[in-house]
């Protein structure tokens, strides 16, 4: 895995200025047909979008573009982020590209079902005709960005690669709680210490109101992190951030590209020096522009770095995404029963995972499940307690499925590799991590000394 940065200097940018009309495109821009549509969200509810899609048989890669700002969309702003226009010059520059561009809309509402319409909308384009499954990208910016790596998140391999303009509130506790005399708002312009926590404070006293209290409010935006979340990221990532965006500054991004790049995964993060927020669309009018005239040679500039790094990063990922693959070395299952016991007497079993990429690991232990039918096993533990080490480090510890930080993706992990279901609310325990090539341990105790048959599983769970 490779981590690319790039900054764009001024000399750099006054350069590119005077080739700002030689952007990478594709020889000739294909002909194109244009769709209004709407596809289902989990819920049922009808999601709108507008498809450009490139005229011939394909299959086409196509790119997801995801918008900023609130939900509940027009139409016709949803043509901008899909159709050749004059006032988003990146969309324009896609439609030159061989590929066919989808944008959905999501519905108003922070940490909720917004997330599920962007998921759906991903999926939705994976179906459409002419659309190759195995090259679908996500763009997205500000709001949309955010919105874009939640779906990394939760979707893992399904689509190729995201790209992500300024993504909002990667960590929802410096948007929402920090203080702007501590760090790392304290490190930020004088215009965003004043800006983000007087719009987050709005946004948490609404989280509370509808969570019922702090604490579920802090449990949401645990869960709802990006930052906290980043391993999980899977995918190869863009991240498009400018010094001179007061909004999201870069320094509240740089985090969550750091800890992508501590765990081996492929991002470039590419740095513009003056541009406002928004560069990433390239758009004159309104949000972070407003009053503020026009756009001097080297935002023009930099927008146009913008724009060819975007679409560098989709061609480069589509064109891999097209190569053929060997068969990747992997671990399916490996389970292990027995006795566990006190102090060096405690269950304990390693396994290795081959050369490749990060992947998703699911490490159970249970206990009282086998109690149970149909295994009826007598004896068992009773309160099983899971760790994963790799070497001497601990790397994760559970006790009672339940209370980890991601309940339903470990439950929906067990369904996909066809794992017994745990018992709702019991006590037996499971880990979902996403684990490098190595070899790691895992160790079965008993909760307070406690002694008693337990299963071991691992699973890689893709």
Partial sequence: MTARFIRLRLAAALALAATAGCPLRAAAPPEREASVLEYLSIDGRRIPAVLSMPRGTGPFPAVVTIHGGEG????????????????????????????????????????????????????????????????????????????????????????????????????PFVYMLGRPDEPPLSLVSAASRQLIPANG????????????????????????????????????SLFLTSLGDEQVPHLLIKPTFDLLRAAGRDVTVFTVEQSRHGF?????????????????????????????????????????????????????????????????DVLISGFVLGAGEARPVLLRAAGPALAGAPFNVPGTLARPVLSVFRGGQRLATNTGWGTAANPAEIRAAA??????????????SALLLTLSPGAYTIQIAGLNDTTGLALAEVYEAP
């Fill in 72 to 171: 509940d969309r027009e139409v016709n702003y949803l043509r901008t982020l899909a159709l050749a226009n004059d006032a988003t010059p990146t969309v324009t520059t896609l439609n030159a590209q061989p590929w066919a561009i989808l944008a959905i809309d999501y519905r108003n509402g922070l940490f909720g079902l917004e997330e599920e319409d962007v998921v759906a909308g991903i999926r939705f384009a994976k179906t459409l005709s002419r659309v190759d499954p195995a090259r679908v990208g996500v763009l997205g910016g500000s709001h949309g960005g955010q919105l874009a790596l939640r779906a990394a998140i939760k979707l893992g391999r399904e689509f190729r690669c995201v790209a992500v303009g300024s993504p909002w509130m990667t960590d």
């Fill in 201 to 236: 404070r709005q946004l948490y006293t609404g989280l509370v109101r509808r969570t019922g209290s702090d604490a579920e409010a802090r449990r949401v935006m645990q869960e709802f992190s990006i930052e906290a979340n980043a391993a999980r990221i899977l995918v190869p």
């Fill in 280 to 344: 990433y669309w390239g758009r004159d009018e309104g949000g972070a522009r407003a009053g503020l005239g026009p756009k001097t040679v080297t935002e023009l500039a930099e927008e146009q770095a913008t724009r060819d790094q975007i679409v560098a990063f989709f061609t480069r990922h589509f064109a891999a995404a097209a190569e053929p693959a060997g068969p990747p070395a992997s671990l399916v299952n490996l389970s292990v029963r027995g006795r566990v016991g006190t102090g060096d």
């Fill in 415 to 428: 369904q996909r590799v066809g794992a017994f279901p745990l018992p709702e609310g019991g006590a037996d």
